[in-house]
């Protein structure tokens, strides 16, 4: 099927859908991820984008049954050079087309993804279309004008879980494909804004039994169940979208251990008092440099988020700076320098991604033992 990308700015890209056709709006981002195609659609903080991967050719390797992030994808729509028809690997259960289709997300491919993501490099993060049925570019670009952004948007209502649940599934290893946490060390909630599955793999491997909670649980709530630590999780749009989630957080600051990961770490930063704003085109990919600035080491990070947070606004100065960006020299971690609260902007669950800062979930695990 003949398919057009358009922008909001009247940059039209034609090319080929190549899983269902239809029409879909969002923000148009790009992803530098050589690979994790499957983490990357399924990851929920992608909801209302429109993903590019600058990757040239992906789908090689199919879909599998361990590497979902959530319990379905959240992509509005995907992006690629090529798409390759034929994957092979031992896990894949399906192709990468039969997965969009299955789940009715557009796939658009034949398009040139460098000349697209230079220029979103250049004027930013824009609005866009996907359509086989509309191809007439000038009403495209009006209709990508039109759609809704994502500033103030409340983006986690639609990705939080209904309702509380228990998570015993640890990490996947290749000798053994599931495995379970042999021992209970702590309680740990866990506030759904749109985890990924591998937040709650790697505190299940850490040793921690696992209540994952949706986005409008009270601090009462919370506090209720007694845990030892609470994580604010990662999740989709403007953290300013949230107030209430901002204000349950700044309720439960210094009564118990939190960990904050990417949007938990920007309301975390609002419940302190400060401000976030919108980054010109987000970091997003596998391999994003931060400088840890207490002990000055270098991680490469996967990352996955359009704002940041003002560390100059924050009007606590306890509230210290941690990590920085060396790309753009953004916030990418903070800490109260006496209450037991510290978070980061990337994700040290990675999947995809290196995995260099995994040391924060013992971090947290030490933070909570201290208590």
Request: net charge neutral; charged share 25%; hydrophobic share 35%.
């Amino acid at each position: 099927m003949k398919a057009i990308l358009a922008l909001e700015d009247g940059l039209t890209f034609k090319g080929s859908a190549f899983s269902v056709g239809g029409e879909c709006y969002g923000e148009v981002v790009f992803n530098t991820s050589m690979m994790g195609y499957q983490e990357i659609i399924t990851d929920p903080s992608y909801k209302g984008q429109i993903v590019t991967m600058t990757y040239p050719l992906i789908g090689n390797y199919g879909i599998n049954e361990e590497d979902f992030e959530s319990r379905m994808p959240y992509v509005e729509g995907f992006v690629v050079k090529e798409v390759s028809h034929v994957h092979n690997n031992w896990r894949a259960k399906g192709s990468l087309a039969e997965f969009l289709k299955k789940y009715n997300i557009i796939g658009i491919e034949g398009i040139d993804t460098r000349a697209l993501t230079k220029h979103l490099r250049t004027y930013g993060a824009k609005k866009g279309v996907i359509s086989t049925i509309d191809l007439d570019e000038k009403s495209l670009v009006e209709k990508a004008k039109a759609s809704p952004g994502l500033i103030g948007r409340d983006l986690v209502k639609e990705v939080t879980c209904k309702g509380p649940y228990d998570w015993n599934e640890g990490e996947f290893t290749f000798t053994k494909e599931k495995t379970d946490a042999t021992r209970e060390i702590y309680n740990v909630v866990v506030l759904d804004c749109g985890v990924k599955h591998n937040i709650l793999r790697k505190l299940v491997s850490c040793g921690c039994h696992v209540k994952v909670v949706p986005a409008t649980t009270s601090d009462k709530d919370i506090l209720a169940m007694k845990p030892d630590g609470l994580v604010l999780s990662n999740g989709p749009g403007d953290p300013e979208g949230i107030p209430y989630v901002i204000e349950n957080a700044r309720k439960l600051i210094g009564k118990l251990p939190i960990f904050g990961i990417c949007l938990g770490h920007q309301i975390l930063g609002l419940a302190f008092g400060g401000r976030t704003y919108k980054l010109k085109f987000g970091h997003r990919g596998g391999n994003q440099p931060v400088l840890n600035l207490e002990n000055k080491k270098v991680e490469i990070t996967a990352q996955n988020h359009g704002f940041a947070v003002d560390m100059n606004s924050i009007p606590d100065k306890d509230v210290l700076l941690t990590h920085v960006n060396l790309n753009d020299k953004t916030t990418e971690g903070l800490r109260h320098k006496e209450l037991p609260v510290f978070s980061i902007q990337y994700h040290p669950e990675a999947s995809p991604g290196p995995h260099d800062a995994g040391y924060l979930f013992d971090r947290f695990l030490e933070m909570i033992a201290k208590r």
